[in-house]
């Protein structure tokens, strides 16, 4: 009778303290859909052209509109093309981190954008690749490489977080040093590639969004059905075989859902840095660390980065604009320093 008693009175002062954090994240993930929403008006009404939020909504829906051209033809493309990477690289981010259990994991610190790149540089320089149909299967392949090696050269199963920073590092320069020498041997690459290496959003086109939706739809559910188990991961390979999870399945499943993601994303707009490292670490102080919740709001939260950062582009260099991945590097930068001097810890 008194365990009984004692459960019963220590059950109400669990649920309230549950019922309060679910309220946190719940208000956490709302808040992120609200401030995508801003953005991609923002993304639609600014740049060279300023259009106010009514001429937005007619550039869209009214095409005898004077603001449909610029809407359809310029802006839309570019904004769809940056939701899409960027919950692709958001989400990436995210997943990379509870991986590797480290905070300062990245898909482009690890190298896997770096491999991305190498294969269409390749692909642009030695067979004349230049559409995205083309790219897309380059940059899978790429990145699905260097997710191997970065992996096997780090340890294998032994592989700590240090061993895979310093692998990624080391494959990083490496390639992008590559793919630096393929453009100056070759002036027609060059030239197809000067945006597209620092990472861009100008380049859409009108199909180029349709064309990487299935990709980023079948990277972005594998991450999520990925959730409860690297959930189990974060308490070590014994505890979550204990829990029902299979830690190889888990990472060979994450190493498949962030090719997808990175390599899309990298073929449409090039290899942008930071955004996988900077929006998981805002979102975890939002929701905590449980991956379902972290994840759906990296998918919303990314893309307000990457958008604003395009947006903010187009404003510093009026009448021409900077480059996202540019801006990305710039804020990035400062803030991965930040981390790296406090040791930060997931």
């Known amino acids: 009778m008194v365990v009984t008693e004692s459960s019963q009175i220590s059950r109400p002062a669990r649920a309230p303290g549950k019922r309060a954090e679910n309220g946190r994240r719940a208000a956490a993930l709302l808040g992120s859909a609200i401030a995508l929403?801003?953005?991609?008006?923002?993304?639609?009404?600014?740049?060279?052209?300023?259009?106010?939020?009514?001429?937005?909504?007619?550039?869209?829906?009214?095409?005898?509109?004077a603001a449909y051209t610029v809407v359809h033809q310029m802006r839309l493309p570019r904004t769809l093309l940056g939701l899409l990477a960027g919950a692709?690289?958001?989400?990436?981010?995210?997943?990379?981190?509870?991986?590797?259990?480290?905070?300062?994991?990245?898909?482009g610190l690890l190298g896997i954008n770096a491999g991305a790149s190498a294969a269409v540089a390749t692909a642009a320089g030695l067979l004349g690749v230049a559409s995205f149909q083309g790219r897309v299967w380059f940059a899978l392949a790429g990145a699905a490489a260097v997710s191997v090696l970065v992996?096997?050269?780090?340890?294998?199963?032994?592989?700590?977080?240090?061993?895979?920073?310093?692998?990624?590092a080391a494959i990083n320069a490496a390639l992008y040093s590559y793919v630096n020498g393929t453009m100056l041997l070759d002036t027609a690459s060059l030239e197809t590639m000067r945006f597209w290496t620092v990472g861009s959003l100008a380049s859409a086109q009108g199909g180029t969004a349709a064309m990487m939706a299935p990709f980023i739809a079948a990277g972005l559910l594998a991450a999520m059905a990925l959730a409860r188990p690297?959930?189990?991961?974060?308490?070590?390979?014994?505890?979550?075989?204990?829990?029902?999870a299979h830690p190889a399945r888990v990472r060979a499943g994450a190493i498949v859902a962030v090719t997808l993601l990175c390599g899309t994303a990298t073929a449409a707009c090039g290899p942008i840095v930071f955004v996988g490292l900077?929006?998981?670490?805002?979102?975890?102080?939002?929701?905590?660390?449980?991956?379902?919740?972290?994840?759906?709001?990296?998918?919303?939260?990314?893309?307000?980065?990457?958008?604003?950062?395009d947006v903010l582009g187009r404003l510093v260099a009026r009448p021409g604009e900077l480059q996202a991945g540019i801006v990305t590097a710039v804020l990035g930068g400062p803030l991965f320093l930040y981390f790296v001097r406090r040791k930060v810890r997931v």
Do not use: F, I, K
């Not at 449980?290 to 893309?303: I, K, T, V």
């Open 37 to 65: 929403a801003a953005v991609l008006v923002l993304s639609l009404g600014l740049g060279a052209r300023q259009l106010s939020p009514v001429e937005v909504w007619h550039g869209l829906v009214d095409a005898d509109s």
């Open 88 to 107: 692709a690289l958001g989400v990436a981010g995210g997943v990379m981190q509870a991986l590797t259990r480290n905070p300062l994991a990245d898909p």
């Open 151 to 168: 992996y096997a050269v780090g340890g294998g199963r032994a592989a700590t977080p240090a061993r895979l920073a310093l692998a990624g």
């Open 230 to 244: 690297l959930n189990a991961l974060a308490l070590g390979d014994d505890s979550a075989r204990s829990l029902g």
């Open 278 to 309: 900077m929006v998981p670490h805002l979102v975890r102080a939002l929701t905590g660390p449980d991956q379902r919740w972290m994840l759906p709001c990296c998918a919303l939260l990314a893309p307000v980065l990457l958008l604003g950062a």
